[in-house]
């Protein structure tokens, strides 16, 4: 346990191939494993202050609108929990550090200050924030799919049949289906994803057993604790994000993104 973390603990010690390997390690023994990634939306909404001009830019693309103060509450405490519970974390490489992007500049001392908001905290690992990326494009995210027969997902996006088809080993795929990130919807439209659908998501990953049990979620900020939850009872969690945009061939990072904007699948 670290009783005081400080910017100097919060350092990537990771590299895919080791992340990659403990993934592998932890479905084969039937232990927990929880993998999150903190970037700008994540370091943004921590903050509760709707005023707040950074908050409120994330609340209005991923949602379409500013929840109200208690909600905002309860996301951050959420966000959080993730954080302070989670096996490893994705952060900003140095070099990403050294963009443009003032959130990623902070991130490591918002981190260690939600850590020494609790006691104590068991010690971390850290990785690369764009893990997701790097599993995907070195195939290694295609290996870990092939080694089981069922997986679970949160996604707003339609891969269940993408995915039987590239992956017939997968007898089960339980899908969770939640809101795209608004900014970036072909079709417009706000959605209650908070509370109503995370909280019935929240309930049934609660009240099961998932040891062995393999989870990717692409929840954004507000979705960010399912995967700790999925992990408190015994399953494997990845943070795949933006990822699940790709698998059906739509842009939502990088140059050319937005709405109505794809390429090719890869899935």
């Known amino acids: 346990m670290i009783k005081m973390f400080t910017e100097e603990n919060i350092k990537i010690n990771l590299n895919t191939e080791q992340v990659f390997s403990l993934i592998l390690e932890k479905l084969e023994s039937k232990k927990p494993l929880s993998i999150v990634r903190i970037g700008d939306g994540e370091i943004a ?31 951050s405490k959420n966000l959080k929990s993730s954080i302070v519970n989670s096996d490893i974390i994705g952060i900003p490489t140095v070099q990403s550090e050294s963009q443009n992007n003032p959130y990623w500049s902070i991130s490591r001392k918002v981190i260690s200050t939600v850590f020494n908001e609790f006691k104590s905290v068991k010690e971390k690992n ?55 990130e608004y900014n970036y919807e072909d079709s417009k439209k706000v959605e209650d994803y908070y509370p109503t659908i995370y909280k019935k998501i929240e309930s049934d990953f609660t009240s099961k057993n998932f040891s062995g049990k393999l989870l990717l979620i692409g929840g954004g900020f507000v979705g960010k604790n399912l995967a700790t939850i999925f992990s408190q009872n015994g399953g494997v969690s990845v943070d795949l994000g933006s990822i699940f945009d790709l698998f059906v061939g739509k842009i939502t990072r990088g140059a050319g993104k937005g709405p109505n904007k794809y390429g090719k699948s890869l899935l």
């Open 45 to 75: 909404t921590l903050f509760t202050d709707p005023n707040h001009v950074g908050c409120a830019h994330f609340y209005k693309n991923h949602l379409g609108r500013v929840l109200d103060i208690g909600l905002m509450k309860e996301i």
């Open 126 to 180: 850290f990785c690369s924030m764009n893990i997701h990326y790097d599993l995907s494009s070195s195939k290694k995210l295609d290996i870990i799919l092939s080694k089981v027969d069922e997986v679970y997902l949160v996604t707003s996006r339609d891969v269940k049949s993408l995915m039987q088809k590239k992956f017939p080993n997968l007898k089960k795929i339980h899908v969770y289906k939640i809101p795209g």
